[in-house]
């Protein structure tokens, strides 16, 4: 009898998190009880107990999505998550690791034996399959390739040479193709000789004899046209068709930009080769999202929340030295003003928020910046008309609120050169900000890296060194 697989809200999976944990709570406390009791049959009772609470919890399991069952796991310990991963069926093992964060897909995959991986990978697809690869010992991949019919092998191999930001990578071979010559009653029948159409089948793709494209059958124009019609009269030859070297970028804009389902993947001389689907475009933009909010904070890979120690400084600790020596930097900056500091205290109440302001605007401007790149609505050639816009609506920000900041310091301190010194400072600072948002992720894409790479770190360096000198400097040329 086949079970029902529920998909819950956010709310709902807190609520099975919280139930997991209470049930391993409660085996950990029984099982510790039966454990300092001296009784006969103690190895029975402890049996008995573990069974209780575990047949409990897979049940649970069993009757949760995969990617529920994967978030349960990513919000676990690493001792209890590999508990609840020794009860989940081994059917289902692959698809859930597909679900998983990177980070914590390593620690379930070191936990397993060979034999375990190679079952694990019987139910997916090539496709699937290489999305697990490079996570997988290579003993592993070479029995997969071994236990593979000729043709998946062909598949795996091909969807394995594709580079990981590219549209292969996202792609699939579950395409349903038809001939043009024949009619969408031949069509109908062939379609209901499937147990069930690969997921997001909204058009079947027209090739000739040769595997070329033709054109696509959209599902909905096939339920309701004439059955006695030929396929090319109701095809459309108005498609969007990629290749599998695009860049993933490109196709994520696409399917965006044109209310994609699904899209045809053809080899340069225009055969079908497989297509690209929406959840596919869908995961890639979400770990592209991750991937460049854990870069502006300087995190070089996804982190298990889990992990041991060393595991995280190793993660963290190239762009902590590099804050460091900016720390140090903007210290001796301060340092190199002592003696003006000593005369007007005041300086030192107010240099931060020159510095804070500088800060969030340049991170302002990089944001948008680093997200106009990755759209693709802006490329270096016009890196001079940004910055002519930036530093326009930093000078205007900075003499509306360097103003507004000059006033406060002039009603805190009475002194009209202060507050036009801080006016001064907030708008110089401003500027170099609106420069840096700029700069930095145009001269780190022309360096071939990710523009977002460690630029929250950057920006806020430059800005408070840059926002300590400005006013400081200010301040003693004009106020001492």
């Known amino acids: 009898m086949p079970q029902t697989i529920e998909r819950k809200a956010l709310e709902d999976l807190q609520e099975d998190l919280h139930a997991v944990q209470e049930l391993l709570r409660r085996h950990r406390l029984v099982e510790g009880l039966v454990q300092?009791?001296?009784?006969?049959?103690?190895?029975?009772?402890?049996?008995?107990?573990?069974k209780q609470h575990f047949v409990e919890l897979g049940k649970k399991l069993e009757a949760m999505h995969p990617a529920d069952v994967a978030f349960i796991l990513e919000a676990l310990p690493l001792p209890d998550r590999l508990v609840v991963w020794e009860l989940v069926r081994a059917e289902?093992?692959?698809?859930?690791?597909?679900?998983?964060?990177?980070?914590?897909?390593?620690?379930?995959?070191?936990?397993?034996?060979?034999?375990?991986?190679?079952?694990a990978t019987e139910g997916l697809d090539a496709d699937e399959i290489a999305d697990l690869a490079p996570d997988l010992p290579e003993e592993v991949i070479e029995g997969v390739f071994r236990s593979l019919p000729v043709a998946e092998r062909e598949q795996l191999r091909a969807a394995m040479s594709y580079a990981e930001d590219s549209v292969g990578a996202l792609m699939d071979f579950e395409e349903i193709s038809v001939r043009e010559d024949v009619t969408l009653e031949v069509v109908t029948r062939y379609l209901r000789r499937f147990e069930e159409l690969p997921d997001h089948t909204d058009q079947v793709f027209?090739?000739?004899?040769?595997?070329?494209?033709?054109?696509?059958?959209?599902?909905?124009?096939?339920?309701?046209?004439?059955?006695?019609?030929?396929?090319?009269?109701?095809?459309?030859?108005?498609?969007?068709?990629?290749?599998?070297?695009?860049?993933?970028?490109?196709?994520?804009?696409?399917?965006?930009?044109?209310?994609?389902?699904?899209?045809?993947?053809?080899?340069?001389?225009?055969?079908?080769?497989?297509?690209?689907?929406?959840?596919?475009?869908?995961?890639?933009?979400?770990?592209?999202?991750?991937?460049?909010?854990?870069?502006?904070?300087?995190?070089?890979?996804t982190e298990d929340v889990f992990a041991s120690v060393w595991q995280s400084v190793r993660n963290r600790w190239s762009w902590l030295a590099i804050n460091m020596v900016t720390a140090f930097i903007a210290s001796r900056v301060?340092?190199?003003?002592?003696?003006?500091i000593e005369k007007l205290v005041a300086l030192a109440a107010l240099m931060p928020i020159v510095a804070g302001i500088g800060g969030n605007s340049g991170n302002q401007t990089i944001t948008m910046i680093v997200r106009a790149l990755a759209l693709g609505q802006v490329d270096e050639g016009q890196a001079k008309q940004l910055l002519r816009k930036e530093l326009a609506v930093a000078v205007t920000n900075g003499l509306i609120w360097g103003g507004v900041l000059g006033v406060v310091a002039y009603w805190l301190y009475d002194s009209v050169s202060l507050g036009v010194v801080m006016t001064a400072a907030m708008s110089l600072n401003l500027l170099l900000a609106a420069m840096l948002g700029v700069g930095i992720p145009i001269l780190m894409m022309r360096l071939g890296r990710d523009p977002a790479l460690g630029s929250s770190v950057m920006i806020t360096a430059f800005t408070d060194s840059g926002g300590f000198l400005i006013f400081l400097g200010l301040a003693t040329l004009f106020l001492l």
């Not at 093992?93 to 079952?119: N, P, T, Y």
Request: aromatic fraction near 4%.
């Open 92 to 119: 289902r093992d692959g698809e859930i690791l597909l679900e998983v964060s990177d980070a914590v897909r390593e620690s379930l995959i070191r936990s397993m034996d060979s034999q375990e991986l190679l079952a």
């Open 334 to 340: 301060i340092g190199a003003f002592e003696g003006s």
């Open 206 to 301: 027209v090739v000739d004899r040769e595997e070329q494209l033709r054109g696509v059958l959209p599902i909905s124009k096939l339920i309701v046209t004439d059955l006695e019609a030929l396929v090319r009269g109701v095809m459309l030859t108005d498609y969007v068709t990629l290749y599998p070297d695009d860049k993933a970028q490109d196709a994520a804009q696409a399917f965006e930009r044109y209310d994609l389902v699904s899209a045809a993947v053809v080899a340069p001389n225009g055969k079908l080769i497989g297509r690209v689907t929406v959840n596919a475009v869908v995961d890639f933009i979400r770990a592209r999202s991750e991937a460049q909010q854990l870069a502006k904070g300087g995190l070089r890979e």
């Open 36 to 50: 300092r009791q001296k009784m006969a049959r103690h190895e029975l009772v402890e049996q008995l107990v573990h």
